[in-house]
């Protein structure tokens, strides 16, 4: 079991930054490949990023490219989000979801890849 709690939401102008963090329960932290998803009013959830176990692979969706950035620190249990040049489009609660894996370099990409979600932490980007 992992329970999964993020952080670092708020309000912000457009082209400022926020560090989203998602904090996990447990000792198991170093054997779960870690995602970041966001959901906006009227939309279904979609990919942001993700990060295998070992942090050495890393992918995020296109249009966030150049923008965000995931890391993780397994000392600390701690997945992070970090969000540069945030556009108004970036509106929406994003969410950290874990999956345990062997892999060392395994991430997936779609949501029915994780068993284990965070409750959101909303993120607003004023124009």
């Known amino acids: 079991q992992v329970q999964l709690v993020e952080s670092g939401g708020g309000l912000v102008q457009g082209g400022g930054s926020l560090r989203l963090s998602c904090a996990a329960s447990g000792r198991t932290f170093r054997s779960t490949a870690m995602g970041w998803f966001r959901q906006a009013p009227g939309k279904e959830r979609e990919f942001v990023a993700a990060i295998s176990r070992s942090g050495d692979s890393t992918y995020s969706t296109d249009s966030v490219k150049g923008r965000f950035t995931i890391s993780r620190d397994n000392a600390k249990n701690t997945v992070y989000l970090q969000m540069n040049s945030l556009k108004p489009e970036d509106t929406a609660v994003y969410y950290c979801?874990?999956?345990?894996?062997?892999?060392?370099?395994?991430?997936?990409?779609?949501?029915?890849?994780?068993?284990?979600w965070g409750q959101g932490t909303q993120v607003t980007v004023s124009s």
């Open positions: 979801a874990a999956k345990f894996t062997t892999s060392n370099t395994w991430f997936g990409v779609s949501s029915t890849e994780y068993h284990y």
